[in-house]
């Protein structure tokens, strides 16, 4: 199922400027703060020395780009992360996207390499891999589209059949080609499954309420449905409490 959005409420859902979570995510873990700071650091030095070539009439342009490079470890997650939102606020069209969970299967992903060196004096080559939970959402329509996700506790909860919800954005005004997807909430389990979070997520929730109240036909408290006969050619099976825990623990 799919309903257009209009675009206040669009905006409403993705706004200009970064959220808090979005924030948080692009505040990013002790190594991404100190690349921050540095770069403030090099930038200060920068400034105070392109300084001394402008004598006194540049001593306000001075001081401005020594505040705003002297705290970029500050404002860089919000500048970042506006930019993401600002790449999915140039799609003129948009839409509230209602499907199921088709499947879902974990995989082990390289995030990055790392270089040491071990007792022997030797040059090794370290693989730093991320378990993620690969989740396929679709309609009947035949729309299928898959989110990869860093697995957490509570997506053992999720299974195929679940009502899954999102925003979808498109150039088209008809909606009939899908460029880009946001994150996917569970409605059954109040769950958001996400890596960005792109989403006024009270928002959207409100507007989930709003359009069930109104299309309570489609929406209301309907069973489980069948899972979908659109699968993948060797379609996975959820893995079993047993096996999920061993990811976590």
């Known amino acids: 199922m799919m309903i257009p959005l209009t675009r206040k409420k669009f905006e409403d859902l993705i706004p200009l400027i970064a959220t808090g979570a979005q924030y948080v995510y692009y505040w990013g873990k002790l190594p991404d703060f100190l690349r921050r700071l540095l770069f403030s650091v090099v930038g200060v030095v920068l400034v105070l020395w392109l300084g001394s070539f402008l004598g006194e009439g540049g001593s306000l342009l001075r001081f401005v780009l020594g505040i705003t490079t002297g705290f970029y470890w500050l404002w860089g997650p919000v500048l970042w992360a506006s930019l993401r939102n600002a790449e999915c606020r140039k799609f003129q069209y948009s839409g509230f996207w209602q499907g199921r969970v088709l499947d879902m299967y974990i995989t082990e992903e390289l995030i ?80 958001w499954v996400s890596d960005y979070p792109y989403l006024q997520r009270d928002v959207f929730v409100d507007v989930s309420r709003q359009l069930k109240s109104r299309t309570r036909d489609k929406f209301g408290d309907e069973p489980r449905a069948k899972r979908p006969s659109r699968q993948r050619q060797q379609p996975r099976r959820k893995p079993s409490n047993a096996e999920m825990e061993d990811y976590w623990t």
């Open 112 to 191: 990055g390499k790392e270089e040491t060196v071990n007792k022997r004096g030797e040059l090794v080559i370290v693989e730093n891999r991320e378990r993620r939970l690969n989740l396929q959402v679709g309609d009947e329509s035949g729309f299928t589209d898959t989110i990869q996700v860093p697995l957490k506790r509570n997506h053992q909860a999720i299974a195929p059949g679940d009502i899954a919800q999102m925003v979808v954005m498109s150039y088209r005004g008809d909606l009939g080609k899908i460029a880009k997807t946001t994150d996917i909430y569970i409605l059954s389990h109040d769950l």
